[in-house]
């Protein structure tokens, strides 16, 4: 998957140069370094949620047909799903009680506490279902054949028979199992309902607004990874999960659907 990275300068200039934006392949942050063609060196800060871009990915390898690819990209957005959900409901707590912008004290205690589970996705998972029943008083909904059947209708299979979802992915990513097409579409679709779910639980209970919030802190704590001195620009790019658009968050899209149009 590329990003389409606009240079802000060539835009603004008169006449408009004929190429002002540039596909750059996906990278580990938010931050996109660009020298066009003209020698305008800028920075690009991405908007996105993170796991809506690495859901974005598995799309794309879907439509290339690497479809053990896609189900890794899928497994991996819904990773940082949880990352995003344990910076949702922590938001109020990031923030200077005086200004409400970003508190230094508040992003250095959500450092060190993540320090302590970035490579351990168990623990992610457990902080994300002890915050979530901490925030609405209830426990979080499992991502699991019985949350699918139950809620989506979902059933993920191996060879025609029902398996769970955590025996699905470690089947693909771990044992090397390469899905067809049917078997990795589906296996994103699941992580699409899974996530739709929980985005329209937190904009039920808190509103529009806290979802753009913890999209606003992911995207600092992004930034702030950044330490070259180049000016710095800011755009979203369109993706499948648009978590703060209403289009989304309305209507349940569908891979499904987006399939049978290609």
């Not at 999209?215 to 499948?240: C, N, P, V």
Request: proline share 3%.
């Amino acid at each position: 998957m590329r990003i389409p990275i606009t240079c802000v300068p060539c835009t603004q200039m008169t006449p408009r140069p004929a190429y002002c934006t540039y596909d750059m392949p996906v990278g580990n942050s938010c931050t996109y370094e660009l020298t066009c063609d003209l020698g305008h060196e800028t920075t690009t800060i991405i908007q996105n949620s993170q796991f809506e871009v690495i859901f974005e990915s598995g799309i794309s390898s879907l439509k290339d047909d690497y479809f053990r690819e896609a189900v890794f990209n899928f497994a991996v957005a819904l990773e940082r799903f949880y990352e995003y959900g344990i910076l949702y409901v922590l938001r109020e707590q990031m923030q200077d009680p005086v200004t409400y912008r970003w508190g230094e004290t508040g992003l250095d205690n959500y450092q060190a506490l993540w320090a302590t589970m970035s490579k351990q996705s168990e623990r992610q998972v457990g902080a994300f279902y002890a915050l979530y029943l901490k925030e609405f008083n209830e426990a979080a909904p499992v991502f699991n054949k019985s949350w699918l059947i139950k809620n989506t209708g979902l059933v993920l299979t191996l060879n025609g028979k029902s398996v769970e979802t955590s025996e699905f992915r470690n089947k693909v990513v771990h044992q090397g199992y390469i899905p067809t097409k049917a078997e990795a579409i589906l296996y994103g679709e699941c992580v699409n309902k899974y996530i739709h779910h929980i985005l329209n639980k937190f904009m039920a209970i808190n509103g529009h607004i806290s979802l753009t919030t913890a999209m606003d802190i992911e995207r600092h704590l992004g930034a702030m990874q950044y330490k070259g001195s180049r000016q710095r620009w800011f755009t979203g790019i369109s993706t499948f999960i648009a978590s703060v658009q209403e289009s989304y968050l309305c209507r349940p899209a569908s891979l499904y659907e987006l399939f049978t149009k290609h």
